[in-house]
């Protein structure tokens, strides 16, 4: 049985089917013709028989009967007779023609015949299967073409189709891939903002907090300077009261800050060992900053004032925040400090 194209099952491997062999056919065809060739054989011999001998004799009227042979006799010869005379010959009429004989007619073999006829039929059948079997061989053959080519077609539309799953399969996989960049993408921009957000956040709580420390500092210092100069205020009016008029001047001389060159030594120090300045100092002359700070009686810094520019402004800033870094500022030797100090950063000190 053959296997058609519609026969195949979709997901198996197709199997190209196995052409039939044509011995078996061949095989047929011979013993047909020899099984012919037998009959016919047998059919000669059974009907072929000897024809009838058939004589026929010719006669012809003009010959007369011949002669009796003459007879021998053992006597001895006799005398002579004497010639006979001669008669006179009489003219005899001419005898009519004979008639004439028809010609036997031909016999004909009847068998002969019906065997002519038998191989004549044996020829055409012979003829007409050697056609009828060529015909097969040619639908055989357009047969096999036919489903050779639905099967070309066939493989082709299973290529076809093999062809647009796998298409689509990329297709898919390079959608999933590029679904996954941009998901990850997302994230770390999620992930980046949300982090600029908790940095930005925490910037600006630690900006809250600083300025609130400072706010803080600044109430404290406030509050303490104004306890400061309410007590100093107290002691000059009990020392004024105490000394009348005539020792107020020289109370209050004495009262006046007095620069301490070894305070300021230590703080300038201090202070200069927290510059963090990058710049360049080769600049003409010796730049110099003037700051006045104000400090609590704890020595931590309350404000920073500029008095008198460098003329960097990077050298500037780096020694204020200096100043600011190196709160609390050291204090004199009998643990007081001055209030308000004015101090001197030379660059190239």
């Known amino acids: 049985m053959q296997t058609k194209p519609t026969d195949h099952v979709l997901g198996t491997p197709y199997r190209v089917p196995r052409e039939r062999s044509r011995w078996p056919s061949l095989g047929l065809a011979l013993a ?3 099984g012919l060739l037998f009959f016919l054989w047998v059919g000669v011999h059974w009907q072929n028989t000897e024809p009838v001998a058939v004589e026929a004799e010719v006669w012809d009227l003009k010959v007369q009967t011949a002669a009796p042979p003459p007879e021998v006799t053992t ?31 031909p016999k004909v073999d009847l068998r002969e015949a019906e065997i002519a006829l038998e191989r004549k039929k044996a020829k055409l059948k012979e003829e007409k299967e050697k056609a009828a079997a060529e015909e097969r061989r040619k639908e055989e053959a357009k047969e096999r073409e036919e489903e ?15 062809e647009k ?4 399969k990329e297709k898919e996989k390079a959608d999933k891939l590029e679904k996954a960049k941009k998901e990850k993408a997302d994230k770390e921009k999620a992930e980046k903002a949300e982090k600029a957000a908790e940095e930005k956040a925490e910037k600006e709580a630690a900006q809250k907090k600083e300025a609130a420390e400072k706010a803080a500092k600044a109430k404290k210092a406030a509050a303490e300077k104004d306890k400061a100069d309410k007590i100093r205020a107290d002691n000059l009016k009990r020392m004024m009261d105490q000394a009348g008029n005539g020792t107020a ?3 209050a001389k004495a009262t006046a800050p007095r620069k301490d060159s070894g305070y300021v030594a230590a703080l300038t120090s201090k202070i200069k060992g927290n510059i963090a300045y990058s710049g360049s100092t080769d ?17 931590e810094i309350i404000s ?12 500037d800033s780096s020694v204020e925040n200096a100043i600011n870094k190196s709160s609390p500022l050291p204090k004199k030797k009998d643990g007081s400090v001055e209030r308000e100090i004015e101090l001197i950063f030379e660059m190239k000190e």
């Open 32 to 34: 047909m013709h020899l």
């Open 75 to 105: 006597d001895p010869e006799p005398a002579p007779a004497p010639p006979p005379t001669p008669e006179p010959e009489v003219e005899q009429p001419a005898p009519p023609p004979p008639p004439p004989v028809a010609a036997p007619e």
């Open 148 to 162: 050779k080519r639905e099967l070309e077609k066939q493989k082709q539309k299973e290529k076809a189709k093999a």
């Open 165 to 168: 799953l796998e298409k689509e």
């Open 249 to 251: 001047g020289s109370a």
């Open 283 to 299: 600049v003409p002359g010796n730049p110099r900053a003037v700051f006045k700070i104000e400090q609590l009686p704890t020595g």
């Open 304 to 315: 920073v004032r500029k008095i008198k520019s460098s003329g960097l402004p990077a050298y």
